[in-house]
């Protein structure tokens, strides 16, 4: 605990995805061969003067803001979060300050939201699992959790958790997975997001990089057929199945699959080729995981190559980024960004402040 104490991975973890999210941004609509030409070697790419970031960090400081208010009032519980979170991802709409590309799923889904008489249900997009959902749940993950705590609401959903100040591990998932269906209700949108989420709640508690794999796709086996009734509602009855276990059992099928493609691209690593080319281009949630772990794992213990491996590809550079530095800060935590690239970053203040928040 006090590696973890000391590291400050929430810090870490806040300051690494805006600094991809900031080194991706001119890049995300280039190919590689236009990138390098662009922008030079890719292990010297640097950090854009002034450092912008896009969409994906604004809309994880919207989150984050949405669970600090919902964790002010008290432990979290559906109604808590979705209020709190509604109002941010709406306010992020409606902000002159969101002309950085944002994607459309966000842009649909939050209109409908910011009618209030409407159930978020009705806003999600079902039919979309867009990187949106991924990219800005890393604030789930860091979030202060019980560890050991047994898990809080059933399947059958009447009963809330025991009044507690920390969050256990199925209400993270829940809250992963209700997050990502205020836009994107596609049962593949929330089950990366839940993986992003327990991936950083992994590594910022000192899991080993070598072990990541093997613990997410023993979480994606145990929750495969887990649909979160208690924090999802009816969400599943606006797709196509037949049963809510059927609706999530396919994300989380979809995720297992790109998993396999993250192993499979570990066994022969390639450092100088472009990493979408064996995982995917990261437009899609379950990508967005898979290429962001990929770049993170073939350079754990080097933040900044990872970061710029994650910038440097054909696909949605931005938010490939953004989540490698989510997972690069967990793990190696806030000492890990040279000061000259963290002390000029968009937003930094409010990215300390929630950082020190949940590293405390
Ligand atoms: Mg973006």
């Known amino acids: 605990m006090t590696r973890v104490d000391s590291k400050r991975a929430a810090t870490g973890a806040m300051t690494g995805l805006a600094l991809g999210d900031a080194l991706g941004f ?35 400081l919207a989150l984050g803001r949405g669970l600090r208010t919902a964790a002010e009032r008290g432990p979290l519980t559906p109604s808590r979060v979705v209020r709190p979170v509604r ?29 209030d008489e409407r159930r978020w249900q009705e806003a999600s997009q079902v039919g979309s699992k867009g990187c949106g959902a991924t990219m800005r749940v890393a604030p789930v993950g860091l979030l202060p959790g019980l560890p050991g705590l047994p898990g809080t609401p059933g399947l059958s959903g009447s009963s809330g958790p025991s009044a507690a100040p920390g969050l ?44 990541l794999l093997r613990e997410l796709r023993a979480y994606a086996r145990e929750n495969r057929s887990r649909y979160h009734e208690w924090w999802l509602g009816d969400l599943w ?8 276990v059927e609706f999530i059992e396919r994300g989380w099928d979809e995720c297992l699959d790109v998993l396999d493609r ?24 379950e990508e967005s995981l898979a290429t962001a772990l990929l770049c993170f794992l073939l350079f754990p213990e080097e933040p900044l190559t990872a970061l710029r491996r994650a910038a440097c590809t054909a696909g949605d550079s931005d938010s490939l980024a953004c989540l490698t530095g989510a997972f690069a ?4 935590g806030a000492g890990c960004w040279p000061s000259d690239w963290a002390e000029r970053i968009e937003y930094r203040g409010e990215l300390l402040a ?3 928040l949940w590293d405390a």
């Open 168 to 211: 256990s591990d199925e209400a993270r998932s829940g809250v992963a997975q209700l997050q990502a269906a205020l836009t994107h209700g596609h049962p593949t949108a929330l089950a990366a997001s839940d993986l992003v989420a327990w991936t950083i709640r992994l590594l910022a508690h000192g899991t080993p990089p070598g072990s």
């Open 87 to 115: 109002e941010e991802y709406v306010e992020w709409w409606r902000s002159p300050e969101n002309n950085r590309a944002p994607g459309r799923t966000c842009l649909v889904a939050c209109e409908l939201l910011s009618h």
């Open 237 to 244: 009855r606006f797709a196509h199945d037949h049963g809510p």
């Open 26 to 60: 001119p890049t995300e609509f280039n190919d590689v061969p236009r990138i390098l030409e662009k922008c030079g070697p890719w292990r010297d790419m640097a950090l854009p003067a002034p450092a912008y970031v896009t969409d994906d960090t604004q809309m994880s």
């Open 354 to 356: 929630l950082g020190a």
């Open 329 to 332: 800060g967990a793990y190696l």
């Open 262 to 285: 993250v192993e499979a691209a570990l066994r022969a690593p390639d450092p100088e080729a472009d990493p979408c080319e064996a995982t995917g281009e990261g437009w899609v949630a």
